[in-house]
């Protein structure tokens, strides 16, 4: 969701190269980011914000985009000036509560979305038991046997998707308990964290419905479908990986703002 400073451009170039009757120029972040996503391709994320923030959707995005934006137009303004873009006032007083009772308040959520966590990453174990089990069934030549483990796993690629879209939910709600107490920083970086986890969860979506393809077009073993598809399922479980890793790393910054009364 954190767009790079390129992909404005092609949005932009995208918007300028559109025939006069469709062409409208974005007047929102979230506009703006469905233009890009879908210019490139990346279907899931169109409508990402709308879906993870509800009615915070808009200053979510801001807060990603705003230093792309900037940089994107730095060249029309006075060297040093910059893009000037409105940034929300913050609040002139001390957070509300403490850092240990904010703590507390937010734990409820954030308990529940490691516990959708823990079921995402029992849910990735069983579709990887069920990919062995469909390796070892086609070296064996049963082919029936692998179809059916393929499309076990697909079922449990459904459930990540589920299971972290859940967790994503829950951190949403203690970003926004943040907020509420006048914890700018801790509420934006659990926000940052259920955008990754929601993206994450679109990555195992893929992931199932490819292997429901695959699963139909494996008793074709020369279908030329099911190469491309299997080495796209490789590709998206790295990636999911990567997301979950930086989603950690966001937790860790999360406990510094926190502790920081930030």
Known sequence: MRVIRALFIAALTAILLSSPALAQWPTTCVSL??????????????????????????QACQNDHRDDVRGVFAWAFPEGGG????????????????????????????????AHL??????????????????AATQAGDINAAT????????????????????????????????ADNFPETSRLLYSTSTTVFIAAGKARQISDNSLVIAD??????????????????????????????????????AAALAAGR
Do not use: C
């Open 148 to 179: 059916s483990a393929i499309r076990r796993s697909s079922a449990h690629w459904a459930d990540v998707d589920n299971s972290l879209r859940a967790s994503a939910i829950e951190t949403t709600k203690a970003a926004a308990a943040a907020a």
């Open 118 to 135: 823990n079921d995402a990453s029992a849910s990735i174990g069983m579709a990887t038991q069920e990919i062995n089990a469909a390796t």
């Open 83 to 114: 893009l000037v873009v409105p940034v929300p006032a913050t609040s002139a007083t001390s957070p509300s509560i403490t850092p240990a009772e904010l703590e507390a308040k937010i734990a409820g959520f954030l308990q529940a979305g490691t």
């Open 217 to 254: 077009e494996f008793a074709d073993i020369n279908s030329e479908r099911v190469a491309p598809l299997l080495a796209e399922n490789q590709s998206l479980s790295m990636s999911l990986a990567d997301l979950m890793a930086a989603g950690a790393d966001e937790s860790l910054q999360v």
């Open 33 to 58: 980011n469905d233009i890009v996503e879908n210019h490139l391709g990346n279907h899931n994320n169109v409508g990402i914000y709308q879906r993870v923030f509800g009615d915070q959707a808009e």
